[in-house]
């Protein structure tokens, strides 16, 4: 069957760490994968966007990896702040022009001070 | 760039009752939106595809005729909760594809919840 999988339980690390989420799929064939943030009662903000044929990308303290050997993608966030605590969310674009996108059901992280 | 917005951000109603949600792309043009439902502590549940200028395609599972979608114009869809009960009660998000890029953008969300 086809999954999409994000750590489930909340993530807590101390401030000035490296937060790193992880994010697996099954039976799927991502065009690209995105990550997003979601604070609590808001919609998902884009941060992160990386396609099959890339390996890494990075955008400020943020990177992600996308290993499509492994169906595995991972999230960093660097010198990690108390303001990066949220939800975070990946999702698969499949290879379909309908641009849908399957969401994982995303990784909480408390950064503490 | 790239902002869209939702209105109401939150809406109270009585069973029976139809409530319609707006979602506009606010500085670019989206011939692409999509509707999503969230229930609390889960994902984004794509309920539907909006396509400017034609009928919208349902994810399985998803009444048509109780989800009512239309997409009028390039930076304007609409989602209209029909007969509405209190099981339909959720956080409905819209997004919309930026036109030339990879990308979704979406909206803040409207809290529904029905009595």
């Known amino acids: 069957s086809q999954k999409i999988e994000q750590n489930s339980e909340a993530l807590n690390i101390q401030e000035g760490k490296t937060a790193t989420l992880t994010c697996n799929y099954t039976?799927?064939?991502?065009?690209?994968l995105q990550w997003y943030r979601q604070d609590p009662g808001r919609g998902p903000v884009f941060l992160l966007l990386?396609?099959?044929?890339?390996k890494e990308k990075r955008k400020e303290r943020l990177k992600v990896t996308f290993d499509t050997t492994l169906k595995q993608s991972l999230f960093h966030i660097t010198a990690s702040q108390p303001a990066d605590s949220a939800t975070y969310l990946c999702?698969?674009?499949?290879?379909?022009?309908?641009?849908?996108?399957?969401f994982g059901q995303g990784t909480t992280l408390q950064v503490k001070p | 760039g790239a902002v869209v917005s939702q209105h109401p951000s939150w809406v109270i109603c009585k069973s029976g009752t139809s409530v319609k949600i707006e979602c506009r792309s606010l500085?670019?043009?989206?011939?692409?939106m999509f509707w999503y439902r969230q229930f609390p502590k889960q994902s984004l549940m794509l309920m539907a595809t909006?396509?400017?200028?034609?009928?919208?395609?349902?994810e399985q599972g998803v009444e048509k005729d109780k989800f009512l979608i239309n997409h009028a114009s390039l930076t304007l869809s609409t989602l209209t909760v029909t007969s509405a009960h209190p099981e339909d009660s959720s956080f409905y998000i819209c997004?919309?594809?930026?036109?030339?890029?990879?990308?979704?953008?979406f909206g803040p969300g409207t809290r529904l919840t029905v009595l």
């Open positions: 039976n799927y064939s991502p065009a690209y």
């Open positions: 500085d670019f043009q989206a011939t692409t």
């Open positions: 997004s919309a594809h930026k036109t030339g890029t990879d990308t979704q953008y």
């Open positions: 990386i396609r099959e044929n890339e």
């Open positions: 999702a698969l674009r499949l290879r379909s022009n309908t641009g849908k996108l399957i």
């Open positions: 909006s396509n400017e200028g034609s009928k919208a395609t349902y």
